[in-house]
């Protein structure tokens, strides 16, 4: 039987939860969730980001990296998970090629630039 004193954040499932502080009936602390937090998450589309938010967001800001400061009531990741907002795939969504794809290039920079930990599998 596994107790939280135990676990490394190593350890800790890639899907767990930030805002769970109790998976699988094991407590861990606001560190190891915090190391747990994914580096990064990105929405695509602004309705999705905005309705996060409650009201939700009238104005969902610009596409790409949005400010630290903006994240909605009860935001399960800390400050340092970067959130980006990118546009919608959607054919639907009427915009230029460029201004549609700078984001995700952006983001595509940015995950590139992240010095990942090595994979111990291999």
Not at 1 to 29: E, Y
Not at 39 to 66: C, E, I, M, S, Y
Not at 79 to 103: F, K, N, Y
């Amino acid at each position: 039987s596994s107790s939280s004193s135990s676990l490394s954040s190593s350890s800790l499932p890639s899907f767990v939860a930030a805002s769970q502080s109790m998976f699988c009936g094991v407590s861990f602390s606001a560190e190891q969730l915090s190391q747990a937090a994914p580096a990064l998450v990105a929405f695509t589309g602004k309705r999705q980001w905005a309705q996060l938010f409650d009201p939700p967001l009238t104005t969902a800001g610009n596409f790409g990296l949005q400010p630290p400061t903006v994240r909605p009531p009860r935001w399960p990741y800390p400050s340092t998970t970067e959130v980006w907002v990118l546009p919608s795939s959607s054919g639907r969504a009427v915009m230029q090629w460029e201004d549609r794809i700078r984001p995700y290039r952006e983001l595509a920079k940015r995950v590139h630039s992240i010095d990942w930990p090595a994979d111990s599998t291999s």
